[in-house]
């Protein structure tokens, strides 16, 4: 399974960004989904997980009510829709995928937060 992400970008606090996440190879191996992210100097945290059909979704704390989390399985591909950004959202943003196994992961694509 090959992750990457897409969507990053510079932006000023209170707007939005849409990440995207595109999967190929063994897609039918994938079980459930996540964002996370990893701020410089601080350990990598979940930001979102949604699970395999989408029908369930979790959110961290500082995140919710502001960032939405989807898959649409027949593109093979994960969102992130982030609104009213701040600039402690500043981080780089992986993308996970849960199968029998290690974990998958991206490479990562920033998103910076100007206040």
């Known amino acids: 399974v090959q992750l990457v992400e897409s969507g990053g970008g510079l932006v000023q606090a209170g707007g939005s960004l849409r990440l995207s996440c595109a999967a190929s190879?063994?897609?039918?191996?994938?079980?459930?989904m996540g964002w996370y992210r990893q701020a410089p100097g601080k350990q990598r945290e979940l930001v979102a997980r949604?699970?395999?059909?989408?029908?369930?979704?979790a959110y961290a704390d500082s995140v919710k009510g502001r960032f939405t989390i989807s898959r649409d399985n027949a593109k093979n591909t994960m969102y992130l829709q982030m609104n009213n950004l701040r600039p402690e959202d500043t981080a780089v943003y992986y993308c996970?995928?849960?199968?029998?196994?290690?974990?998958?992961w991206g490479q990562g694509t920033q998103v910076t937060v100007s206040p």
């Open positions: 996970n995928a849960v199968v029998v196994g290690p974990d998958y």
């Open positions: 190879g063994d897609t039918f191996s994938i079980n459930s």
């Open positions: 949604i699970s395999r059909n989408g029908g369930a979704t």
